[in-house]
């Protein structure tokens, strides 16, 4: 297997931006994020991509947080082996503390975002928060 190329935390952003404007959405990373989005009652298509969106023009490379190697890859097809990005800051939009896992996926054509989480931060994360 050819291995993917981690990008620095400004690079994943951008190209995270890149494709949900290219795309006009978004893949789900595994099964628990539907869950996530239910309990923040983000519930329809349009309002999820809406909420990536926002996470993607709020976080900053600074919000970076893990996960760390060699834990910082996919282990779930059909996306295994894919460099994982997670950011945890305070969200004006959604007035709470957020944490937003992604990969980027990368085929034959466009590269594609695949959201693996998007909750409110838990207790562990909340020192690592950084101001915006």
């Excluded at 994020?33 to 349009?46: G, H, K, P, S």
Aim: glycine share 6%; charged share 25%.
């Amino acid at each position: 297997m050819i291995p993917f190329l981690q990008l620095d935390s400004l690079s994943a952003i951008a190209a995270a931006k890149k494709a949900i404007e290219e795309y006009g959405r978004f893949w789900l990373g595994n099964e628990k994020v539907e869950a996530e989005f239910y309990y923040l009652d983000i519930l329809t298509e349009r309002e999820r991509l809406m909420a990536v969106d926002i996470a993607l023009q709020e976080i900053l490379p600074a919000c970076r947080l893990g996960p760390q190697p060699p834990d910082d890859v996919s282990s779930h097809p059909p996306f295994k082996g894919r460099h994982l990005y997670a950011f945890c800051w305070h969200s004006e939009e959604f007035k709470k503390d957020l944490y937003f896992k992604f990969a980027l996926v990368s085929g034959s054509g466009s590269t594609r975002l695949a959201v693996y989480s998007f909750h409110e931060a838990a207790d562990k994360y909340k020192g690592d928060i950084k101001p915006r």
